[in-house]
């Protein structure tokens, strides 16, 4: 089995990008429930040929569909003896704990924040940011909130964000009892980023009408273009108003990994919590999100639940006055410290945040490719590594819907979609460590030739009726 899936890593590039599951196989996997024991080599082959090649391939170096790191050999061997450990890290005086607490050190000092900083590893960025809305909420409505629940005790918070957040941050103020209506959605500037002279008049408007704002969210690396926000800016606008200052920077903020990417998160450093991925640009096979938060203890106030099943004593196993369990809500919890420590072991950050650079590097030269063809029109500034560009044709929008799913279902290269400023855009999220120029230079000539062949096909039609 090992074998096997090393095989795989290693001939990636050669196998589609992605393919439709056979009527056959997906009719088998609607057996019923197994009764009867199968031999592991049986069950084995039937994942090779059923379940391994009808993947969405994010580790394909021609995967740029969505922003998804690619994952790595060590990582993912390293995922097999955390399984092996079988460990549940929701507390106790045990070395998986140690270890995250290790990477929780190394994010904080990577960020600037102080000793008492607290962090924890969640699935990803969307449970990262519902927690930080959490305890930011805990600290502006105070403890009873937890006893009390929100109507009683919220004084009508509300929230601000960019239009060009991503969706979970909505959520997370659905999920924590605030309500999506008191998110302010701010709308962004020629560079994408929160438009700050409207951010602070939503403030004063809302101020004046009795409301409390209490959080703001800004977002380095947003989902559709990739831009940054002034996160300095923010971070002054937030302290003036006694706010809380939360950054989603769910691949943007390990940016802070390359000397040529840092300088663009200035800012970063003053937030009061930080939500990110390490199986993004820090290549660590899924799932592997932090939050970070600057106070400790505000974080461990907001999930802190004491019971008589999780005392703790002042030796052995039991001991110790903070386990992880305290600082989020789940009380099982795998180990995902330990692909992360080897990843960051074994590649060094320096390597790390090279990689991250050449990412970006590689977006500046699509961006170029594209402007230098007349074919192809570039929809947004390149900040990061997304890309958002569309053919030009007469019918950009329809023509481009289907370029893109057709080069979807080619399995040369993967591209998504997102709209721009109301517009149809090929969107090229550039993350695995995989992607070279020679994979640009397919998604283009792919872009070109489906964007003729789909413009030729549509006005032959035309001259038809």
């Known amino acids: 089995m090992l074998d096997d899936i090393l095989d795989f890593s290693q001939d990636i590039r050669q196998r589609p990008v992605w393919q439709p599951t056979p ?12 009764e009867a024991p199968s031999e592991l080599a049986d069950v084995h082959q039937q994942f090779l040929t059923e379940i391994l090649p009808y993947t969405c391939l994010n580790a394909h170096p021609a995967f740029m569909g969505w922003v998804q790191g690619g994952g790595t050999a060590v990582g993912m061997v390293a995922d097999m003896l955390a399984a092996g450990l079988n460990a549940n890290v929701g507390g106790r005086q045990q070395a ?16 600037g924040f102080p000793t008492t900083a607290s962090g924890l ?37 509300v929230a601000y964000t960019s239009s060009a957040a991503h969706g979970c941050v909505a959520q997370a103020m659905d999920l924590c009892g605030l309500g999506t209506d008191a998110l302010r959605r701010m709308p962004v500037n ?59 920077g769910a691949y943007g903020a390990l940016g802070m990994l390359s000397p040529a990417i840092a300088p663009l998160l200035r800012g970063i450093e003053e937030a009061d919590s930080i939500a990110f991925d390490f199986h993004k640009w820090g290549q660590v096979p899924y799932d592997a999100g932090f939050l970070l938060v600057r106070d400790g203890q505000a974080h461990q106030a907001t999930f802190a639940a004491p019971a008589a099943y999780l005392r703790r004593e002042c030796q052995g196993p039991s001991a110790g006055t903070l386990w992880p369990c305290d ?20 590649y060094g950050s320096d390597r790390l945040g ?33 890309v958002c560009f569309r053919y030009r044709c007469a019918h950009p929008d329809q023509i481009n819907a289907q370029l893109v799913l057709a080069l979807q279902s080619s399995g040369v290269c993967l591209p998504s979609s997102t709209m721009v400023e109301g517009r149809f ?40 009726a």
């Open 190 to 248: 020629a560079r994408h980023q929160m438009d700050l002279a409207a951010l602070e008049a939503q403030i004063e408007q809302d101020k004046a009408a009795g409301l409390t704002p209490f959080l703001v969210i800004g977002t380095a690396g947003s989902v559709d273009v990739g831009a940054v926000d002034e996160l300095h800016a923010i971070a002054r606008l937030a302290q003036a108003h006694g706010m809380w200052f939360h950054v989603d």
């Open 354 to 386: 090279q990689v991250i650079a050449g990412t970006c590097e590689l977006a500046q030269a699509l961006a170029q490719r594209v402007r230098d063809e007349p074919r192809l029109e570039l929809l947004a500034p390149v900040t990061l590594n997304i």
């Open 96 to 111: 998986p704990v140690e270890l995250e607490r290790q990477v929780c050190h190394w994010m904080r000092d990577l960020f």
């Open 121 to 157: 590893f969640v699935t990803g960025t969307s449970m990262a940011n519902l927690m930080a809305v959490l305890v930011a909420r805990h600290q502006a409505a105070g403890p009873t909130v937890r006893q009390q629940g929100v109507p009683q005790t919220s004084g009508k918070l």
């Open 23 to 34: 009527p056959g196989v997906a009719q088998a996997r609607a057996a019923s429930l197994p």
């Open 425 to 464: 855009a090929i969107r090229a999220a550039i993350v695995n460590h995989r992607t070279t120029m020679a994979d640009i230079d397919t998604l283009l000539q792919a872009t070109l030739a489906e964007g003729d062949r789909l413009t030729m096909s549509r006005a032959a039609q035309g001259e038809q």
């Open 327 to 346: 600082l989020g809500p789940d009380l099982s919890r795998g180990f995902r410290a330990l692909k992360t420590w080897f990843t960051f072991k074994v």
